[in-house]
């Protein structure tokens, strides 16, 4: 079946670094990606979105990128910092409306 | 800001019991899903329900069933807890449209002994 996978499972960064984290797809009808931070003793929250017609979106210290040609998504993190130690998960839209997530890449970031 | 609750943090169960696990959203939703997280195995689609009385299954429904009666609350049930269902439990919501992100509860820990 499709699925949508991590590169690393962990990525350990220093604090001010920037931090790039992977993903693979492999669902090529899959319109719509998001990532997801997860925190320790909470659940997944949401960080930023990108839909299939577009290559790159900025937020916040935050960028996500799409390359379709080779199915793989990142999510970018500049100065990174303490508070950014967390898992991220990517996720693809399955359908209309069904999110089907990546196991997941827990980032460290030392001080 | 939305809101989805789930009806406890940490359960401990005996093998054989049934299990509930409640969840409710605050925003409306029309969609609610309910995962299991495991480590190394990232988040796992149980059962999903797109409307009241609605619900389809997921990638793992064995040993599990759900109940959709109002539009805000989503209830997992475990007709028989095995110990193979120790795992964190998470309920999310969303919209239905063509961009929609999940919301997610804070997750309940369910230990089966």
């Known amino acids: 079946g499709e699925s949508v996978g991590l590169h690393l499972p962990t990525l350990s960064v220093q604090e001010g670094d920037n931090s790039i984290i992977n993903c693979a797809y492999s669902?090529?009808?899959?319109?719509?990606f998001i990532w997801y931070k997860q925190e320790s003793g909470k659940g997944p929250q949401f960080i930023i979105d990108?839909?299939?017609?577009?290559d790159k979106r900025q937020g916040q210290r935050v960028t996500v990128l799409l390359n379709k040609t080779v199915k793989h998504l990142s999510l970018q993190i500049a100065a990174t910092q303490p508070g950014d130690s967390a898992v991220y998960f990517c996720?693809?839209?399955?359908?209309?409306?069904?999110?089907?997530f990546g196991r997941g890449t827990s980032l460290i970031v030392h001080p | 800001d939305v809101k989805v609750t789930q009806s406890s943090r940490y359960l401990v169960k005996r093998t054989g019991e049934k299990v509930f696990l409640e969840c409710v959203q605050d925003?409306?939703?029309?969609?609610m899903f309910w995962y299991r997280q495991d480590p190394g195995l990232g988040l796992r689609l149980i059962y999903f329900?797109?409307?009241?009385?609605?619900?389809e299954k997921g990638d793992i429904p064995e040993g599990y069933s759900v109940s959709r009666e109002k539009k805000e609350r989503f209830s997992l049930i475990l007709e028989s807890a095995s110990t193979n269902q120790t795992s964190m439990y998470l309920c999310?919501?969303?919209?239905?449209?063509?961009?929609?992100?999940?919301?997610f509860g804070q997750g309940t820990r369910l230990t089966v002994v």
């Open positions: 999310a919501s969303s919209y239905r449209g063509e961009k929609t992100e999940a919301f």
């Open positions: 669902n090529s009808a899959s319109d719509y």
């Open positions: 990108i839909r299939s017609n577009m």
């Open positions: 996720a693809e839209r399955r359908g209309s409306y069904i999110p089907t």
């Open positions: 925003m409306d939703h029309e969609n």
């Open positions: 329900s797109y409307d009241v009385k609605m619900k």
